[in-house]
Each structure stands twice: as structure tokens, then as C-alpha cells.
């Protein structure tokens, strides 16, 4: 234990999943899976317990929450849904897709959550543990990624400890994450324009890239291991821990087949190895640029910034 909490590990079973649920009702946090990454969850209606998550984090006080939602309905109470937002909820819910939305006036979420902006980012996951932890409450949720602010996505309970254990009341365990990288996140404008303000899993092509206005986390460096990260690295340097793709092959393999989809799902795995591992640097070899290269792209090119 390194912080002030003992944090349990709790299988996601049925008892297991209905003690998260009564954690998380008392005001507590609890790690659980999603399809993308694991969430660090508290209850959006309480300020103390969404300040817990920042505490836990150490997040900055400037950068608002997702909220997750059980279905469209939940969704409604918390934002003004137009006709395009609506669509995109009917087409992509639930799944890795984050809406950012006007909120509504008497939405009952903590002040904290939107960090003082005038709209709610919602997200309705597809996880069935996620969603089944979702059900059995009557509140939103929450969820950041589960790791210290700036640190590499956890994509299982192992990467969920090694930031934040003595820091959370409990981590959810269902197994490694599936998709690997945090939802897209789109927002949906006054006059119904589209933003992609972070890409993901969900390809919205059609949709503008170059909103100026970004999500207020996204910083250049993000996702950091610890140590240098050199990118598209076609050689290896004996002091290099190599994360490889397709033919090119590493002290970890994102996909020797040169699979996207199996890359993603690899990518923060891989980060956590490079950072344990006694190599101090870290090189990446090229990943394509399309369909959700373009995600893996976006998250290696700032964990290779240097934090300020
Ligand atoms: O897949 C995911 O989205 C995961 C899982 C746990 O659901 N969550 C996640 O949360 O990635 P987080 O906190 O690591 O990233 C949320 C991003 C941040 O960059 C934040 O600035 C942005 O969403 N965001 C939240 N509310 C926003 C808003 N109202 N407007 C613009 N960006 C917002
Ligand atoms: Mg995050």
C-alpha cells in the first residue's frame, strides 16, 4: 500500500459487481473495465466523491469528467440532445463514442465534473460489467481513465494498481480491456457541426479535424512512460526496449500480423512493459496512419513529448 486507502481487488461477478455498485453509492471509487480502457468511477451527482477522483488522479481542476450513462434516456436528463447528437447515440450506443453536448440546466451532476464548462462530455460504454455496475445505481458515473494524470492508460487491473493502489477503495476485475484506447470524442455544435476533439475506436471520417477547440485534456504530453520514446524507430539501439508492429519485431509486438485492431489493443500493455522494463529508452516502430492508427498515432506522439 502507498496511499491512504487499502484498495481491494474484486472479481466482477455478480457479488462482486453488486459491491462495486454499494462503493460507489457510499461515495467511493472504483476502478472498472470498459471496452476501451478501465475508468476510474465515482457518482457525478456528489462533489465530494467526484473530488476524490481529482484528489486520487491528481488531476488538474481544469479538466471536466466523462460521464457515463446507462442508455439514451439516462443521457437526456444530463444534456440537449439535437437531431445529430441523437443520431450518432442511435448509431454508435453503446460503444467507445463520447459525445460532448450542451448541458442541461437542472442536470444533477457535480460542478466539478464540467470543470465550469457549458457542456457535458456523455458516453453510454457497451462493457457488461461497466453497464451492469451502471444499472444498479440511479446515478451517472464519472470515469476517467484509471491512472495518475499523465500517466499510460490502464488496459487491465495490474496497469489499474501500479499508479493508483493505496489511492482508490477498489479495482473491478474483469479482464483485459478490449479495444485498448480511450473513446473517440465529438462534439456536437450549436448549428450542428461536428468536432473530433480526441480520435478512438469509432471512425467519424466525414467529420472536420480541425475544430480548434480541443478537450481541455488533451495535452501535448500525456500517456508519458518515464523515459524517452522515440517514434517510427526502424532500428533498434542496444539500449532501446523496442515496441514493434508487423514486420518489424520488438521486446513487445503491438501485431506481428500488422493488425490495427490487435495493435490498439496492445498499446498501452506494451507502454506499461517499457516503462517497467530496465531499458531507458523506449522506440515505437512506424504504425500506419488509418483507421485507428490514427488513435495509436495520437497517443504515442504524446507520450513522446516530454512532460514541461
Ligand atoms: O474511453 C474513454 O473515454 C475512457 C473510459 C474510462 O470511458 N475515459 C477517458 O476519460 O478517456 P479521460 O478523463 O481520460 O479523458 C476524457 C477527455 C479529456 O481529454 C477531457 O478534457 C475531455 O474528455 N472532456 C471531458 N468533458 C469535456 C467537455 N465538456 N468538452 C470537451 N472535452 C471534454
Ligand atoms: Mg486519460
Redesign the pocket.
Same mark, same amino acid.
Given at each position: 500500500m502507498v496511499g491512504k486507502y487499502v484498495t481491494e481487488t474484486i472479481l466482477a461477478d455478480a457479488a462482486g459487481i453488486a459491491r462495486a455498485a454499494q462503493i460507489l453509492r457510499d461515495g467511493g471509487l472504483v476502478a472498472v473495465p470498459?471496452e476501451?480502457?478501465?475508468?476510474?468511477a465515482a457518482r457525478a451527482d456528489s462533489d465530494e466523491a467526484v473530488a476524490r477522483i481529482y484528489e486520487a488522479k491528481g488531476r488538474p481542476s481544469f479538466? /471536466?469528467? +466523462?460521464v457515463?450513462v446507462r442508455d439514451v434516456e439516462q443521457a437526456r436528463e444530463l444534456a440537449e440532445f439535437g437531431e445529430e447528437a441523437s443520431q450518432l447515440a442511435a448509431e454508435h450506443w453503446p460503444g /467507445?463514442l463520447?459525445l460532448?453536448l450542451p448541458r442541461r440546466g437542472k442536470a444533477a451532476l457535480s460542478g466539478a465534473v464540467?470543470?465550469g464548462?457549458a457542456?457535458? %462530455?456523455l $458516453?453510454c /460504454?457497451a462493457h457488461p460489467v461497466m453497464r451492469a455496475v451502471l444499472a444498479q445505481g440511479d446515478f451517472p458515473l464519472a %470515469?476517467? =481513465? %484509471?491512472n495518475r494524470s499523465g500517466f499510460i492508460?490502464p488496459t487491465t487491473t495490474a496497469h489499474v494498481l501500479a499508479s493508483l493502489d493505496g489511492r482508490i477503495d477498489a479495482v473491478l476485475d474483469g479482464g483485459p480491456c478490449e479495444a485498448g484506447v480511450? =473513446?473517440t +470524442?465529438v462534439?456536437v455544435r450549436d448549428d450542428g457541426r461536428l468536432d473530433v476533439? $480526441?480520435p478512438?475506436p469509432i471512425e467519424i471520417g466525414a467529420l472536420s479535424r480541425d475544430g480548434n477547440?480541443e %478537450? /481541455?485534456?488533451?495535452l501535448a504530453s500525456h500517456y508519458a512512460p518515464g523515459k524517452p520514446v522515440r517514434l517510427n524507430a526502424t532500428e533498434v539501439a542496444p539500449d532501446d526496449f523496442m515496441i514493434g508492429f508487423g514486420a518489424i519485431t520488438g521486446d513487445c509486438t503491438l501485431s506481428a500480423s500488422g493488425s490495427l485492431t490487435e495493435a490498439a489493443a496492445r498499446l498501452y500493455a506494451c507502454l506499461h512493459e517499457g516503462a517497467r522494463s530496465e531499458k531507458p529508452r523506449i522506440a515505437v516502430a512506424p504504425v500506419p496512419n488509418e483507421s485507428i492508427g490514427i488513435a495509436i498515432n495520437d497517443r504515442l506522439r504524446r507520450a513522446a513529448t516530454p512532460p514541461d
Open positions: 470498459t476501451t480502457v478501465y475508468g476510474l479538466n /471536466p469528467l +466523462i457515463h /467507445p463520447t460532448v464540467l470543470a464548462l457542456t457535458v %462530455a $458516453r /460504454p %470515469a476517467p =481513465s %484509471a492508460s480511450e =473513446s +470524442i462534439a476533439l $480526441r478512438g477547440i %478537450a /481541455p485534456g488533451q
